[in-house]
């Protein structure tokens, strides 16, 4: 188990839009989905983060309904920990079309609906994976 410390920013709420055109398509392969709230928790990360793997690979998925090819989405399944140490099951949301994908230390949290507490710390629990030191 890896934990990596992080920070909530807010985010522009793009997520909130687009979240309800892409949801249907997510739970069709993650039902656990469903407990999700139609947001992310936007983190910035203590140290870099690349998802090799994810658990779920999504698509493409014509969301916008352009008729285009569609975008891709990773989920990576994680553990979320508040900044008063409650945890819950959650998943990083990789949008392989998002500008935010090429920034190592940015992350979009899908959870349930969660108290997210009084200050912005928060962190990452990831199993299956291992930390590289440079």
């Known amino acids: 188990m890896v934990t990596i410390g992080a920070k909530i920013v807010r985010g522009l709420g793009a997520a909130s839009r687009t979240l309800q055109l892409q949801m249907p398509e997510f ?67 990789i949008p392989y079309g998002s500008p935010h994908r090429l920034n190592p230390f940015y992350a979009e949290i899908l959870a349930p609906p969660i108290d997210l507490g009084s200050t912005p710390d928060c962190k990452i629990h990831l199993s299956g994976a291992r930390k590289v030191l440079a």
């Open 27 to 93: 739970l069709k392969v993650c039902p656990e989905l469903e407990k999700c709230s139609l947001r992310t928790i936007n983190v910035i990360l203590e140290c870099h983060l690349e998802v090799l793997s994810t658990h779920h690979l999504v698509g493409p998925v014509d969301w916008t309904g352009s008729g285009r090819a569609g975008e891709l989405f990773g989920l990576r399944k994680v553990r979320f920990e508040t900044c008063d140490g409650r945890l819950t099951d959650a998943w990083i949301y």
